[in-house]
């Protein structure tokens, strides 16, 4: 009777540890360029970006946006651009949210592979106009964005 009660425990601790494997860590990076115009004074951003998402089944999510957004009038006159990160990180296990946004203003334009305004045709009825880049692009973009964010004057 004891053998059986310990090989009916083991065959438990046997299927409870093999059901226990670690969450399948996702990472994925996105890069991106747009146009977006405003409807209210019809000026409108030039936009690189860049996301970072890491996910571990469903209780982990923290996701990094980086973005760098020129600035230009209804004209094309440019104006300033702003350099941004964003960071939100979601732990349901521990029950812990944080958000964190920094930004800063530089006075030349930094964004790549996207023409100016008057360049561009179909925009779409969100007025936002997204363009396709060649993965050669995408890593400059993502080295340039990760850049301009990393000299962040503290």
Same mark, same amino acid.
């Given at each position: 009777? !004891?053998?059986r009660?310990?090989? &009916?425990?083991? &065959?438990?601790l046997?299927?409870?540890?093999l059901?226990?494997s @670690?969450d @399948?860590?996702?990472?994925?990076?996105?890069?991106?360029a747009?146009?977006i115009f405003?409807?209210?004074?019809e000026?409108?951003?030039k936009? +690189?970006t860049?996301?970072?998402? !890491?996910?571990?089944?469903r209780?982990y999510?923290?996701?990094?946006? *980086?973005? #760098?957004?020129?600035? =230009?009038d209804?004209e094309?006159?440019y104006?300033h651009? !702003?350099?941004v990160?964003?960071?939100?990180?979601?732990?349901?296990?521990?029950r812990?949210?944080e958000?964190?946004?920094?930004s800063?203003t530089?006075?030349e334009?930094?964004?790549?592979?996207?023409? +100016?305004?008057?360049?561009v045709? $179909?925009?779409?009825?969100d007025?936002l !106009? =997204?363009?396709?880049?060649?993965? $050669?692009?995408?890593?400059?973009? *993502?080295e340039? #964005?990760q850049?301009?964010?990393d000299?962040y004057p =503290?």
């Amino acid at each position: 009777m !004891k053998k059986r009660i310990l090989f &009916a425990l083991l &065959a438990l601790l046997t299927i409870s540890i093999l059901g226990c494997s @670690e969450d @399948e860590i996702v990472e994925e990076l996105e890069v991106g360029a747009h146009i977006i115009f405003h409807h209210s004074d019809e000026s409108y951003e030039k936009v +690189n970006t860049a996301r970072y998402s !890491k996910e571990q089944g469903r209780d982990y999510k923290k996701v990094r946006f *980086q973005h #760098v957004r020129d600035k =230009y009038d209804s004209e094309g006159n440019y104006i300033h651009t !702003k350099i941004v990160e964003e960071f939100y990180e979601n732990d349901l296990v521990f029950r812990t949210i944080e958000e964190e946004r920094i930004s800063y203003t530089v006075w030349e334009p930094q964004t790549l592979f996207i023409p +100016n305004a008057e360049d561009v045709t $179909e925009i779409g009825t969100d007025r936002l !106009k =997204y363009f396709e880049l060649t993965e $050669e692009e995408k890593n400059k973009v *993502q080295e340039r #964005v990760q850049k301009l964010v990393d000299d962040y004057p =503290y």
